[in-house]
């Protein structure tokens, strides 16, 4: 059974850059999309960006110039790094897998609150 | 604004049926069968519920169903039991922005 545990900073400072990183396991790496979701505080969720071990990215448009997602099968790992945040961008950000069921979101972790202040 | 449209919320009694809409476009919902549901209980991660449209992951209810019509999907909560208050959220696969959620609708059972 795959687990997702995300991590990272908690507070980020504006105009700065969020890191944020996912540890599978229960799975390879290497056999589902890798995605990030997030959900400002009291709001809906919002997809973020994916990730295939093929190589194959994509962002939400509205993101996308902010925006890398990588992979690191070694340490069955994915990140993200999103630069120049502002207040906008605190959320809960959620790991999620998509391994097939017809591009749902099968699989979540806990998630992690960022918030984004001075 | 969210890309689909959920109606903010629905409620109902016990053993009651309810639906929730999810509207969207001939871009995402009207094009593809990849139309998924999530519910979530407050301070939880989300757990989806329908995927496809129509089809139930393995240990979910059955009384969770759903459905399709046009650029309209549907999930369907029959026999409403108190557990089953929560945020419902639609997702599509869409060609214009690959994945998109509704703004999720709050269920209250009365």
């Known amino acids: 059974q795959v687990q997702l545990q995300e991590s990272g900073p908690g507070l980020v400072k504006p105009s700065e850059t969020l890191s944020l990183s996912c540890s599978v396991s229960g799975a390879s790496i290497g056999n589902y999309y890798w995605n990030w979701i997030r959900q400002p505080p009291g709001k809906g969720l919002e997809w973020v960006a994916y990730i295939h071990n093929s190589g194959s990215t994509n962002y939400n448009p509205s993101l996308n110039s902010r925006l890398t997602i990588s992979l690191d099968t070694s340490k069955n790992q994915f990140s993200m790094k999103m630069i120049s945040v502002t207040a906008a961008d605190t959320a809960v950000y959620y790991c999620?897998?998509?391994?097939?069921?017809?591009?749902?979101?099968?699989?979540w972790g806990q998630g992690t609150m960022v918030t984004v202040s001075s | 604004q969210s890309a689909l449209t959920q109606p903010a919320s629905v409620s109902g009694s016990p053993g009651q049926s309810i639906t929730i809409s999810c509207t969207g476009t001939?871009?995402?919902?009207?094009?593809?069968?990849?139309v998924s549901w999530y519910q979530q209980h407050p301070d939880k991660a989300p757990k989806l519920i329908i995927y496809?449209?129509?089809a139930r992951p393995p240990g979910v209810s059955n009384h969770f169903s759903g459905s399709k019509s046009g650029n309209t999907a549907s999930l369907t909560i029959s026999g409403l039991q108190a557990e089953d208050e929560a945020d419902y959220y639609c997702?599509?696969?869409?060609?214009?922005?690959?994945?998109?959620f509704g703004g999720g609708t709050k269920l209250t059972v009365l």
């Open positions: 496809e449209v129509s």
């Open positions: 997702s599509s696969y869409s060609s214009s922005t690959t994945l998109v």
């Open positions: 999620v897998a998509v391994s097939g069921l017809g591009w749902a979101f099968d699989t």
């Open positions: 001939s871009s995402d919902v009207g094009n593809y069968n990849f």
